[in-house]
């Protein structure tokens, strides 16, 4: 028989190797793949830097949730509307919870003359109305 000493075995090594990589690369993705980008809210992606797997998944589920809270509130603001029978002076106040991006906690902008409602933060180009 043949005694094996205290250590590790190639095969070993390789796999905590290979592991220790894969976790690397995982964690090299998520703290790279944070910043201003936004999915459909606008073209803010920077082209050039390759965004990973991970940190687009975040993005997108931060598009996502703020879709959702933009849709509340567009839904707010038509109910209003259709019980007054003229969009209200500002967002309901009942909303002010959902009435921020949940990405950057700026406050949704509202234009009370169309009851049009967006985010500053994914979408700065609606910011500023164009001038007819």
Request: glycine share 10%; aromatic share 6%.
């Amino acid at each position: 028989m043949v005694r094996r000493s205290g250590g590790f075995t190639l095969v070993e090594m390789v796999v905590a190797l290979a592991i220790v990589v894969v976790l690397a690369a995982v964690l090299y993705g998520l703290v790279n793949g944070k910043g201003k980008k936004g999915g459909r809210h606008g073209d803010l992606l920077d082209k050039t830097k390759a965004q990973s797997i991970p940190g687009k998944a975040l993005e997108r589920a931060r598009s996502v949730a703020c879709d959702n809270y933009l849709t509340q509130c567009k839904q707010a603001v038509d109910m209003e509307a259709q019980d007054l029978g003229y969009f209200p002076p500002a967002i309901p106040a009942d909303m002010a919870s959902v009435a921020k991006c949940p990405d950057s906690g700026q406050p949704f902008q509202y234009d009370p003359t169309t009851g049009r409602v967006w985010c500053p933060y994914h979408q700065p180009a609606l910011a500023t109305p164009a001038q007819n």
